[in-house]
């Protein structure tokens, strides 16, 4: 099994975006309806419901945006980009109680999760069958690429430190990464964050918790600046750069 399965669950915890059909239990004014879906942007508490899988305490979440797509007579339809773990269910349920007319949620679709859309390279089990059974009867790789993408496609979102090829193998082989190790840095790099590091290649690494902020990196010339979580990247593919006792950080 390809190693970059480790960094499913990293996918699985990243934002969303649903498409959802919510029923008012009666009509309001469209005016009123968008006013109280502002409200349900940005911060918000919620409880999960009685039928979740999860401890019922109070968590918070990011709704990134709420866009109301129609409405018509009782029923709205709306885009919600989130964090996950955001129940719709109870979004609706939120926004009907804030109405004062009460709401619950008929039909749910999810259209992104992390780099992954509906749109962009989402594929059905079927399509993927033909494009194996393509590409081992006729050798064609077309459809096989649009069905399986690169590892990397899944840290796309995250922040990005590219690193010197001396630095590779010391990372694959359970390293913290030191500063002289660092060719490039994104200025999204946050200390305490998740960041993806990568080759000058552009090869995923490994993805490790940034300990310095994106100016820290940049001006430091010692110290550690990641330390890895999930390595995903073979051993053996860069040469070996650190003497015998030296093991335990990256140059």
Request: net charge positive.
């Amino acid at each position: 099994m390809s190693s970059m399965t480790k960094l499913i669950g990293y996918v699985m915890h990243s934002s969303k975006e649903y498409v959802c059909v919510m029923q008012l239990h009666r009509h309001v004014a469209e005016e009123d309806l968008r006013r109280v879906l502002r409200e349900f942007t940005g911060t918000i508490y919620q409880r999960p419901p009685l039928r979740s899988s999860v401890k019922r305490s109070v968590r918070r979440r990011n709704v990134y945006e709420i866009e109301l797509l129609e409405y018509s007579g009782s029923m709205a339809l709306m885009r919600v980009s989130c964090d996950a773990g955001t129940y719709m269910r109870k979004l609706c349920w939120d926004i009907g109680l804030m109405l004062g007319v009460g709401a619950h949620m008929r039909e749910l679709r999810r259209i992104r999760t992390g780099p992954f859309t509906e749109n962009l390279n989402l594929v059905r089990l079927q399509e993927l069958s033909e494009a194996v059974y393509a590409w081992r009867s006729e050798g064609r790789e077309d459809l096989i690429r649009r069905a399986i993408m690169p590892g990397e496609v899944l840290v796309c979102q995250m922040p990005k430190i590219v690193l010197r090829d001396t630095a590779v193998e010391s990372i694959v082989n359970g390293a913290k990464l030191a500063a002289p190790g660092v060719a490039m840095v994104s200025n999204r790099v946050k200390k305490g964050e998740l960041v993806a590091l990568l080759t000058l290649k552009g090869e995923l690494v490994a993805v490790g918790r940034s300990l310095m902020d994106y100016n820290e990196v940049l001006e430091a010339s010692r110290g550690i600046v990641v330390e890895p979580v999930r390595v995903v990247l073979e051993p053996g593919l860069y040469p070996r750069a650190w003497k015998r006792g030296e093991q335990g950080r990256a140059p």
